[in-house]
C-alpha cells in the first residue's frame, strides 16, 4: 500500500509564499509521475502541476512563472514551491502519484490566501 501525506499548507497574504511537501511510502515513488492537485468550494479538481520520473514538468496557465514542482527520489517527497501567491490561490491540495500499478491521493492540505 502506498500512502502520501501532505504537509506546509496554511494562511498567508497575497503576494506570499508557502511550499509544499508531500513524502510517500514505498518503493514506487522514483518510477512514479507525481503531481499536485487543487480543489476550491463548489468547483473541480485540477491540476496544478506534475513532474515525471524524469524530471519533466507540466503546469496549468494559471501557476506558470510562480509554482515550481520538484521531487527528491532519495527522500521519496514531491515539493511544490508557491509565489507570488494570489486569494484565487485558496483551495486544498492534493498530491497524486501515478505509476503503471498504483493511482493514489492525498489526504490534502489547506492554503488560504488572504487579500
Known amino acids: 500500500q502506498v500512502q502520501l501525506v501532505e504537509s506546509g499548507g496554511g494562511l498567508v497574504q497575497a503576494g506570499g509564499s508557502l511550499r509544499l511537501s508531500c513524502a510517500a511510502s514505498?518503493?514506487?515513488?522514483?518510477?512514479?509521475?507525481m503531481g499536485w492537485y487543487r480543489q476550491a468550494p463548489g468547483k473541480q479538481r485540477e491540476l496544478v502541476a506534475s513532474?515525471?520520473?524524469?524530471?519533466?514538468?507540466n503546469y496549468a496557465d494559471s501557476v506558470k512563472g510562480r509554482f515550481t514542482i520538484s521531487r527528491d527520489n532519495a527522500k521519496n517527497t514531491v515539493y511544490l514551491q508557491m509565489n507570488g501567491l494570489k486569494p484565487e490561490d485558496t483551495a486544498v491540495y492534493y498530491c497524486?502519484?501515478?505509476?503503471?500499478?498504483?493511482?493514489?491521493w492525498g489526504q490534502g492540505t489547506q492554503v488560504t490566501v488572504s487579500s
Open positions: 497524486n502519484l501515478r505509476s503503471s500499478t498504483w493511482y493514489n
Open positions: 514505498g518503493s514506487i515513488f522514483s518510477t512514479a509521475v
Open positions: 513532474i515525471t520520473t524524469g524530471g519533466s514538468t
